[in-house]
């Protein structure tokens, strides 16, 4: 097992390159240490069915709140790529007038009019990720990992960015490494996702379960803190 990569600050991320093991070229296995963990997996099944238990009252709450606020289900469902580039409906909050999921979807961006007042609220506090606690538990997700994107972004930037698709040897989380060192929201430009998927291949290749514990204590500041979720 290779050492354990070390956290970045927000300031040396816009600096930041990956490291030679992210960059090199597509030739491991397509079954990673991370994809095949039993410990990882039995956790993850652990904590989305504890969380599930505990946030109920606020699914609930949260699906209703949104039903009445406008037209349309309180789910929003999107095709993702998940491990080994299999296709998911990833579900999650709605937090928009639209519900994109074509050949183009358009990224939210800072003061999107499509974003409902409500949906604000629950992006800012990435409340609107909780329904994914059940592609958790299906075993389509990790609690930790590579954050998902859409099928019609994996298409475009796979194109662009190196290594892209050396990021489906692990199922995507939700939250990451990427995300805790703040390659996270809008990509504005190509070193933002070439600079994400960096990280997550690098976090794929050093992957421990002690490196998933530091992810998790390093993301509760950022779902009260991070200025990137919008």
């Known amino acids: 097992m290779n050492r354990p990569v070390e956290f970045r600050s927000h300031a040396e991320a816009s600096n930041w390159t990956p490291s030679n093991s992210a960059a090199a070229p597509a030739s491991l296995p397509v ?4 994809a095949n963990s039993r ?5 993850d099944i652990a904590g989305s069915l504890i969380a599930l238990l505990i946030f109920l009252p606020l699914l609930l709450t949260i699906g209703v709140l949104v039903r009445l606020e406008s037209h349309g289900p309180a789910l929003f469902r ?3 790529t998940g491990l080994n580039g299999k296709i998911f409906t990833v579900f999650k909050f709605r937090t928009m007038t639209v519900a994109e999921d074509g050949e183009t979807v358009r990224q939210a961006t800072r003061g999107d009019a ?3 007042p409500l949906g604000g609220i629950l992006r800012k506090y990435s409340l609107d990720e909780l329904p994914q606690l059940l592609n958790v538990l299906r075993g389509e997700m990790s609690l930790i990992g590579p954050r998902p994107h859409a099928v019609a972004h994996d298409e475009t930037w796979g194109k662009l960015a190196p290594d892209y698709d050396r990021r489906f040897r692990a199922r995507p989380g939700l939250t990451g490494y990427a995300a805790v060192c703040g390659f996270r929201g809008e990509v504005r430009e190509l070193q933002a996702i070439i600079d994400r998927v960096g990280a997550d291949n690098e976090y794929i290749d050093t992957w421990s379960f002690g490196l998933d514990m530091k992810i998790i204590w390093r993301t509760l500041p950022l779902i009260f803190s991070d200025t990137r979720a919008y």
Request: hydrophobic fraction near 35%.
């Open 114 to 116: 499509r974003v409902t």
């Open 31 to 34: 079954v990673s240490t991370v």
């Open 78 to 80: 999107q095709r993702r």
């Open 39 to 43: 410990r990882k997996r039995a956790f």
